[in-house]
T-cell receptor
């Protein structure tokens, strides 16, 4: 069974730009969660989608948004990028919200 | 009090020894507990899940859960240099803000 895939793997953007990251979950998984990981803050929860509905949202500004499609694929968008948005963005999928989550390889975003 | 707490380490153990990693959590209603391993520059990898009090063994790994003490631990027997990584404890918090919450991780170093 194929794992979670994320595209792109690396991104370099300039302050003020916006970015869209994509995540394809494991086949059959309907729950997708997004996390931001930085050396100082660790793994921080961004949001979770289940059956195209946002179940929960972390403590991030409104510049961070996401959505989930009918095939369970998910995208997250960050608008008006700031230097502090430089991080590893991780997507994780699970069969349903309380089950084990499996992570993709991540997208490393660098904002200059 | 942090929702999920881990000692950041590093925890240094000699090859062949038992490594003991500990985690405490604040939400008494939590029902799902997970351990992830993360190598430097890689995404977290699920290695154990535990849902009920007691021990759960999988190969060289044993997860232990004590809900009364709000404590979960991971034992790694016959530690190998390849076990050197950061180990993340994750707890599925209940309530209206139910989400998987991660500790900051314990860095394990297995020395030759």
């Amino acid at each position: 069974k194929a794992g979670v895939t994320q595209t792109p793997r690396y991104l370099i953007k300039t302050r003020g730009q916006q970015v869209t990251l994509s995540c394809s979950p494991i086949s059959g998984h309907r729950s997708v969660s997004w996390y931001q990981q930085t050396p100082g803050q660790g793994l921080q929860f961004l949001f979770e989608y289940f059956s195209e509905t946002q179940r929960n949202k972390g403590n991030f500004p409104g510049r961070f948004s996401g959505r989930q499609f009918s095939n369970s694929r998910s995208e997250m968008n960050v608008s008006t990028l700031e230097l502090g948005d430089s991080a590893l963005y991780l997507c994780a999928s699970s069969f349903s919200p309380t089950y084990e989550q499996y992570f993709g390889p991540g997208t490393r975003l660098t904002v200059t | 009090q942090k929702e999920v707490e881990q000692n950041s380490g590093p925890l240094s153990v000699p090859e062949g020894a038992i490594a003991s990693l500990n985690c405490t959590y604040s939400d008494r209603g939590s029902q799902s507990f997970f351990w992830y391993r993360q190598y430097s520059g890689k995404s977290p990898e699920l290695i154990m899940s535990i849902y009920s009090n007691g021990d759960k063994e999988d190969g060289r790994f044993t997860a232990q859960l004590n809900k009364a003490s709000q404590y979960v631990s991971l034992l790694i027997r016959d530690s190998q240099p390849s076990d050197s990584a950061t180990y993340l404890c994750a707890v599925f918090l209940t309530g209206t803000a139910s989400k998987l919450t991660f500790g900051t991780g314990t860095r394990l170093q297995v020395t030759l």
